[in-house]
């Protein structure tokens, strides 16, 4: 089965950077479209960074700017990188695989929505205080 572990969460003041990994096993990640999310207390968990397809890269628009994702097939590990953090970037952030897609037009209609991932990382806290 697929499993996702994630790392790098942690404090970081405004201003400041974070680099999160999620490693994925049990499958080559090269098979399946890829995402970051986040959520807080009350709110819906909100996709900030997908992949969905080679050269096919959805960015919030708030993170435009900010947070970079990729993901390195050889080491079936995806990153999304973060700076210039603010205090409202404090949340829990969760990584997610989905597919793979039966069909290359299948593949075309992911979006960076969570109902189109299935597997989850079980996330990890990103706080940004001084």
């Known amino acids: 089965q697929v499993q996702l572990?994630?790392?790098?969460?942690?404090?970081?003041?405004?201003?400041?950077?974070?680099?999160?990994s999620c490693a994925v096993s049990g499958d080559s990640l090269d098979d399946y479209h890829i995402g970051w999310f986040r959520q807080v207390p009350g709110k819906?968990?909100?996709?900030?960074?997908?992949?969905?397809?080679?050269?096919?890269?959805?960015?919030?628009?708030?993170?435009k700017g900010r947070f970079t994702v990729s993901k390195d097939n050889a080491k079936n590990t995806m990153?999304?990188?973060?700076?210039?953090?603010?205090?409202?970037?404090t949340a829990v952030y969760y990584c997610a695989v989905g597919g793979p897609q039966k069909s290359v037009l299948a593949s075309l209609l992911v979006s960076c929505h969570y109902s189109d991932y299935d597997y989850w990382g079980q996330g990890t806290q990103v706080t940004v205080s001084s």
Request: hydrophobic residues 30%.
């Open 5 to 20: 572990v994630e790392s790098g969460g942690g404090l970081v003041q405004p201003g400041g950077s974070l680099r999160l």
């Open 79 to 89: 990153y999304l990188e973060m700076s210039s953090l603010k205090p409202e970037d």
């Open 44 to 63: 819906e968990r909100e996709g900030l960074a997908c992949i969905i397809a080679d050269g096919s890269t959805y960015y919030k628009s708030s993170m």
